[in-house]
């Protein structure tokens, strides 16, 4: 893999820095700031996130989640990322590139999620566009898609403002929160003009 800017690697993977945010993988040592941020954001999150199991927050169901994890990065088949304010290493939420498809597609889908007491400061904006380089130059992906509810307005204006093309509108796409929900397609490619 190629070194990146704004990139460092360490025993467990990638580390993407942005400004006053970091990205690296998720860790065993994660799991109280995680269930704590996760919890005390779970009214704002669930809205717009498929349905959380009924042990969602316990600490066996966090192991099975970083072992799902680990298999992904080894299959190359998603890499999730915790999100760390820089200045004091607590966790404000997460990223993940998913759904990788090689062959003629080279594509893969950009979802996120942030704690309801750090929304709304620029930090996810940060986060985003620390993952471009990861996605296109370490990935050698050439399409990056996302998706949102339509009435998900926050998230709609960071893929604009991150450099997301809208392209379409897709029907009961994804089961959101118990229910299939309509979104709206985005995508950036390797040569819009991200850097």
């Known amino acids: 893999m190629a070194v990146l800017r704004n990139t460092d690697w360490s025993s467990v993977g990638p580390v993407l820095r942005a400004g006053a945010v970091y990205l690296r993988y998720p860790q065993q040592t994660d799991y109280a700031q995680w269930a704590k941020i996760r919890e005390e954001s779970r009214d704002f999150l669930t809205p717009w996130e498929p349905t959380w199991p009924s042990d969602d927050l316990t600490r066996a169901a966090f192991r099975r989640r970083l072992k799902r994890y680990a298999n ?3 299959e190359d088949q998603a890499y999730p990322f915790f999100m760390f ?3 004091n290493d607590e966790l ?14 080279q594509a893969c889908s950009l979802g996120y999620w ?26 050698k992906i050439h399409r990056l898609e996302a998706a949102c509810i339509p009435s998900n307005e926050p998230s709609k204006k ?20 118990g229910m299939w929900q309509d979104h709206i397609l985005f995508a950036l490619v390797e040569d819009d003009p991200w850097r």
């Open 72 to 74: 992904d990065i080894r």
């Open 85 to 87: 304010d820089a200045e």
């Open 92 to 105: 404000v939420g997460g990223a993940t590139i998913s759904n990788i498809r090689r062959g003629v597609a």
């Open 114 to 139: 942030i704690g309801i007491s750090h929304a709304r400061k620029g930090h996810m904006s940060l986060a985003v566009k620390a993952l471009f380089p990861f996605v296109f130059d370490t990935l």
């Open 158 to 177: 960071l893929l604009h403002r991150a450099g997301f093309n809208e392209e379409g509108y897709a029907r009961k796409y994804l089961k959101i929160n």
